[in-house]
């Protein structure tokens, strides 16, 4: 039979483990998700381009934002966005290394 020392290093060390794997499945639903919302955006994006005639004959509204010189700036916006959910990613994988 185990003394009670035995038995709560035993219990700590299965509650680290987890809490390591809560963190794991947490990161990894965090990533579903984004990769998910990337996929909706250019979704939308491809589907306004479509509209892109329709809203270009209404004068001052959001549709400025559909023209062909604007494409470049959006490219940089995704480019910047999934920059940062590699970051991010990348910050909390070495934070629980240390």
């Known amino acids: 039979m185990r ?4 038995r709560l290093l035993k219990m700590h060390k299965r509650a680290a ?7 794991k499945a947490g990161i990894r ?11 909706c955006l250019v979704i939308m994006m491809q589907q306004t381009e ?8 209404s004068q001052n509204t959001g549709s400025s934002l559909l ?3 604007v494409g470049g700036y959006i490219l940089v916006a995704l480019a910047a ?3 940062g959910v590699i970051i991010t990613v990348l910050i909390i994988r070495n934070r629980k290394r240390e």
């Open 3 to 6: 003394d009670q020392e035995e």
């Open 17 to 23: 483990e987890l809490k390591k794997a809560r963190e």
């Open 29 to 39: 639903i965090a990533g579903f998700v984004s990769a998910g919302l990337a996929v």
């Open 50 to 57: 479509s509209l892109h005639h329709e809203l270009m004959s």
């Open 67 to 69: 023209s062909s010189s």
């Open 81 to 83: 966005f999934f920059a």
